[in-house]
């Protein structure tokens, strides 16, 4: 942390951003002791949660290990076990992207195994005669989703052969089927951008990184300091850079920042836990 600091000075920035990141994570959101917004926002969790065990926030590993139920199957969040809280929607692709950095950290082979047991026996029947389901549908996060959020899509059985090779698992059949498919920006929207970076962290995190996807995302979002360590790595200008934006947060702890586009200023609202994440890389 002192290198850290004393990078900042050499940047010629001066903050009052603690250096301690046990003090942050002593003023980050918890909920039912899990990571989490302010006031129990914790839908989106298990992607922040697998992002911060990526860099290496135990917190983080904790509450995306503690999001998968017995059966297998993750949830948003480990308060959402059982029925998301009344509300449809269970868990996403974007959640997914945490649970694969989750993975990709702790090498976690067993909740791996148990994960793809539950995808492959909760597909959707399309024809049923009988007691017998004669054709199945695609693949699915949860059954729960009303606008396909949670179809696995070709790029995500990408990510998840490439993650399953990486932890020393065979990885399944339909993964090896899509293991050469594009990956693409689905939008210019800001959080559309960040599951793209998302998607380029885990790739670089697997010595994968494509040049051209952090071309597109630094075309999009250049000042967003996340998106500038995939540039850049560990540079004085983009330690320069999320110090400043950390600075200028206040008490509504509600955004994980680099998630929004520059223009919504995301960061006067930040979580702590984004800003954690950035200083643990």
Known sequence: MKFIYLMILAAGCTTNYTSSIDEQINQAPLCEGYVSKKNCDDGDSTLFSGLLCLSGIDAGCDTVKASQDSSGRFWRSPRRIGDNLGKPNSFSRDMALGVLAYLIKTKDTDSANAWIRWIDHNRPCLLKIGRSCKYRG????????????CTITPAMFQLMYYTWEYIGLEPYKTMKLY??????????????????????????????SEQKAIDTIIEKEPDNPFYMYLAEGKSSAVIARYTDLCNKSGDRKSQWAWERLASEKAWEDSMIWDCIFMENL
Not at 190 to 207: C, D, N, P, T, W
């Open 179 to 208: 293991k050469h498919s594009p990956l693409a920006p689905s939008g210019d929207d800001g959080y559309q951008i960040h599951l793209y970076a998302v998607s380029e962290f885990l790739r670089q995190k697997m010595g994968r």
């Open 138 to 149: 695609l693949h699915r996060y949860c059954k729960d989703d009303n606008d396909n959020r």
